[in-house]
């Protein structure tokens, strides 16, 4: 059949180092032969083989040449794999092959890990074994081999860790192959964990679906609880991480293998399981483990841990990678299926419409939720964002309701909130995220019930002990946004009161933590842009409420813009006539409601900066009913109390007495005497201190708003001028520009208002004062005193001025007409103008004497002119 010199050469006992260059021409030329003369497919080829070429080749798979070895095992490779002798022929050569060559080789050798030192031997020794255990399927060839297979599975060699995960699909499919598959599944099992952490995917890949394989074919083995807790779990898990979607995809085949053994073990759904195709290694289809006869119908030592690998498929269900969560999906509705092949009505207590993803996942849903929760507060962000995504998963298919009505979600809904509340507020983006993304999952779910709504209002409100930290607080605001976002506007409509009387209550508006007020604006958005605006009075002066505090909040957070815009989509553009409507129940409940009024004595008071806000955003609303707030003013600027919160409320005052129309009503009110004696003037008297130069300038300020607005009637004035112009005249001298210029500019005010009203003695204290202030280092003050003055001249009959006081008024006028700035020039040629009127004689003896030493007479000439009377 062959040439028989060349068999020779290589039968056994000829085959001696020496002769090494001759053997392996021979085993080339042998390999030629069987191709050219086409020896496989003759009919007495097997008997040849077995007592002539078989042995040979044998023999040569263990010569010493690395080279002879390869080429020996190559050619029976061959043989194997074409040969069309019946599968029997084969089997004593595969005895003799597993016992004299295969186990030897991978046995150890120390301190190098096997006999077999070539990892290209190695790999062709493998497929080898692969190839014959498939053609003679026999146990007791199957079980030799398993003791090298676990070592095998050790090698470094990663094509040889492959082809070993290769011939665990491929004995799998045989019935005295999984009974080897079981009898040695836990030695197999750890190796093959071990190489879940290979750098090269495809090992990886096919090294998950062996774990399957192996697994579902274990009849029970020894210590299976603490191996699947210690080993196989955790180790599945770190795979839910990697990097390559068919890896990842390799996992949800691995998870299913087992689950279907699981599922099988109930009733008659074994037959059913008994016909699926589960998985595929490198090509090669392994078929659902045929148990045999005495065990047919699954494994129950599995069941404890269905929940685990039904949450790792769910994982991939959420998976970037489209490609890989439409097959978890898929093979989750057959799990379904096959789960759902018998009644369980009994046994679970409830019954789901259909047998798909969500029938499954609810009648799992209590045994999967609290895995789910332990892992998202894990220490790791990738394992707290993967539990999140999954609980996504779970909310989305397994919030279903029975045919009985009962919704599982509900029974731990508590939980599940306290859970997202926690998270939401993670340091990691993508936590939060998550987080927020399950919330919204759940309102969705929950579309028409508010169970979520109730369990989270109370933790916002108060209602709870130990809920009123900012963490907690914010962390329940979020979640909530969430879960109104995803919900109907029906539900939310129907509990808008219910929600906007806990989104004002007092442990969240007074918090003052940014974060907090950030979720509070968050919440209001969503609560608005699902009710449309469309709520009672009692739910939108709680908005209202809400929105004051956090327009007035630290400018620092950057809420006022957001909310502002927030209040006019509420008002549908009408903000005044809004606030209108609301100014005073607003006030009301910013005072606490009591009798008095009340007195915030921290600037920082956030009841302080939201009737700071109030007040701001109301504009002339706030004139208009400013009887509601006259006596919180009053109350603040008590000059006893906190200086910065005193500061505050004049600051805020002098804004409301800048708006005309504030101003007007104001007026109307007859509220300006009070401002005056009892608010603005205690303000301005003069104390050390920078804190009290901020509050006298500023009360300065508000004063001067309220004589320009004319707020104040000539009969208050009059009756306000002699505790004014004490303090006025003091201030004249203040270290601050702006506080001076104010105060010329509202005593020019004043003598405008009272022409004449001036006696002997006020004349005769302002005027020195009055004078100084030309000498101001201020050009603006110096600028402002001039027209002071102009009026000055008129607010007292002239004898008051005669005598020394004109003459000495004269000598410093005309000091300053020759003032290098010309405007200064002209506005104190307009004061001789009116000092002319009070005594035209003095004016020209004075301009005359110094006429010849001005820079510029033409101003003298004109004075002269003017009082010659010509």
């Known amino acids: 059949m ?310 790792h498929v769910m994982g991939m269900m959420c998976d970037d990678v489209t490609e890989v969560a439409e097959m978890a999906l898929k093979e989750m509705n057959d799990l379904a299926a096959l789960y759902f092949a018998v009644d369980r009505g009994e046994e679970i207590g409830f019954k789901f419409k259909g047998a798909d993803a969500k029938a499954l996942i609810s009648t799992f849903y209590e045994r999967l939720l609290k895995p789910l929760l332990d892992d998202a507060t894990h220490w790791t962000e990738g394992q707290r964002e993967k539990s999140l995504k999954t609980l996504k998963v779970l909310v989305q298919y397994g919030g279903g309701t029975s045919e009985d009505g009962k919704n599982v979600i509900l029974d731990d809904l508590e939980i599940l909130l306290s859970c997202l509340a926690s998270s939401v507020r993670d340091d990691e983006e993508p936590i939060k995220e998550g987080a927020e993304a399950v919330a919204k999952s759940l309102g969705e779910k929950l579309q028409g019930n508010s169970a979520a709504i109730d369990v989270l209002l109370p933790r916002i409100d108060g209602s709870v002990s130990g809920m009123n930290t900012a963490e907690k607080l914010t962390g329940s605001l979020v979640v909530l946004a969430s879960v109104l976002e995803g919900g109907g506007g029906e539900v939310v409509k129907s509990e808008a009161d219910k929600i906007a009387r806990a989104l004002a209550s007092n442990s969240i508006l007074e918090s003052g933590e940014r974060e907090v007020l950030e979720a509070l604006l968050l919440t209001c958005q969503v609560f608005v842009d699902k009710t449309g605006g469309e709520m009672g009075d009692c739910a939108l002066e709680d908005l209202l409420h809400c929105f004051v505090f956090l327009i007035g909040a630290d400018a620092n957070y950057d809420l006022r813009e957001d909310t502002e815009e927030l209040l006019k989509t509420l008002s549908r553009g009408d903000v005044p006539g809004l606030l209108e409507k609301y100014f005073v129940k607003l006030v009301e409940r910013l005072g606490g409601g009591g009798d008095e009024a009340p007195v915030w004595t921290s600037a920082r008071n956030p009841r302080l900066q939201a009737f700071d806000a109030l007040m701001r955003i109301a504009g002339e609303t706030g004139g208009k009913y400013f009887a509601s707030v006259v006596d919180i003013f009053e109350a603040h600027m008590d000059v006893e109390n906190e200086p910065e919160s005193r500061l505050l409320m004049m600051a805020l005052l002098e804004s409301v007495l800048g708006d005309k129309a504030s101003a007007e009503h104001i007026k109307r009110g007859g509220f300006g005497e009070k401002l005056v004696k009892d608010v603005v003037a205690p303000n301005i008297v003069w104390k050390a201190g920078g804190v009290a130069s901020s509050i006298r300038k500023v009360a300065i300020a508000a004063l001067f708003t309220l004589l320009k607005k004319e707020v104040l009637e000539t009969e208050i004035l009059f009756k306000s001028a002699p505790q004014l112009l004490p303090i006025l005249k003091t201030n004249l001298g203040d270290y601050d520009a702006s506080s001076r210029q104010l105060c010329c500019l509202s005593l020019g005010i004043l003598f405008a208002a009272l022409p004449g009203a001036l006696g002997s003695e006020a004349v005769h204290q302002l005027y020195p004062d009055l004078l100084k202030c030309l000498d101001d280092s201020s050009d603006d003050v110096r600028f402002a005193v001039c027209g002071t003055l102009k009026v000055f001249l008129k607010s007292a009959p002239p004898q008051h001025f005669a005598g020394t006081l004109l003459d000495y008024l004269c000598d410093q006028l005309l000091i300053h007409l020759d003032d290098p700035d010309q405007v200064i020039q002209a506005a104190v040629y307009e004061i001789l103008l009116v000092a002319i009127e009070v005594d035209a004689k003095v004016v020209t003896k004075k301009v005359a004497a110094v006429r010849s030493s001005q820079r510029d007479v033409r101003w003298c000439d004109k004075l002269l002119e003017l009082a010659s009377g010509d």
Request: hydrophobic share 40%; proline share 5%; aromatic share 6%.
């Open 2 to 311: 062959l040439d028989a010199v060349l068999l020779r050469v290589i039968a056994p006992g000829q085959t001696s180092s020496s002769d090494y260059i001759k053997l392996k021409r021979a085993l080339i030329s042998l390999n030629n032969e069987i191709d050219d003369k086409k020896v496989l497919g003759s009919e007495d080829f097997s008997g040849f083989f077995n007592q002539t070429l078989g042995p040979s080749l044998l023999g040569c798979c263990t010569h010493e040449k690395e080279k002879i070895r390869e080429l020996s095992i190559s050619m029976v490779l061959k043989i194997v794999g074409t040969a069309t002798c019946p599968p029997d022929d084969f089997v004593d050569f595969t005895e003799k092959f597993v016992k004299e060559v295969f186990n030897p080789a991978f046995a150890s050798n120390q301190p190098k890990p096997f006999q077999e030192e070539a990892e290209e031997i190695r790999l062709l020794l493998m497929k080898l074994v692969t190839a014959l255990t498939v053609k003679t399927p026999r146990e007791e060839t199957f079980d030799s081999c398993m003791i090298s297979l676990k070592r095998a599975l050790t090698d470094n060699f990663p094509e040889v860790k492959r082809e070993c995960c290769l011939l665990i699909a491929k004995i799998s499919k045989q019935n005295a192959g999984a009974k080897a598959l079981r009898a040695h599944g836990q030695g197999l099992i750890k190796p093959l964990l071990a190489n879940l952490g290979h750098q090269h995917s495809k090992t990886r890949q096919m090294t998950v679906k062996a774990i399957g394989i192996v697994l579902a074919a274990d009849g029970g083995m020894g210590g299976v609880e603490k191996l699947m807790i210690e080993n196989v779990l955790p180790g599945l898990k770190r795979l839910g991480f990697d990097n390559i979607p068919s890896v990842r995809k390799a996992l949800v085949t691995c998870c299913v293998k087992i689950l279907t053994v699981v599922f099988s073990g109930f009733g008659s759904a074994g037959a059913a399981s008994s016909e699926m195709e589960v998985d595929v290694i490198d090509g090669e289809a392994a078929m659902q483990v045929d148990y045999g006869d005495d065990e047919k119908g699954g494994n129950k030592s599995y069941e404890p841990f269905a929940p685990a690998l039904l949450c």
